[in-house]
């Protein structure tokens, strides 16, 4: 009995979040204020993300690389 209980409370918690996350979603954004200085919504196109994520892969690559070498070295050394 009380494995089912806590498999019916599982059941509803999961069932809440997600309808009310469902309900959270906006179709379209909000028009914007009149003291936007545009009469519609900006398409976004404006944060570049190619500079950080190049900074990321290679940071990337450096940690990967740092290991392999430590790897290698344990092995030569044994």
């Known amino acids: 009995m009380n494995l089912i209980k806590k498999v019916v409370i599982t059941i509803v918690i999961i069932l809440g979040l997600t309808f009310s996350f469902d309900s959270i979603a906006q179709d379209a954004p909000p028009s914007p204020p009149s003291s936007h200085g545009e009469t519609t919504n ?36 044994e």
């Open 42 to 77: 900006q398409d976004g196109r404006g944060a570049p993300i190619g500079g950080g994520l190049f900074i990321l892969l290679g940071l990337g690559a450096a940690y990967g690389g740092r290991k392999l070498y430590q790897m290698r070295k344990e092995n030569l050394e």
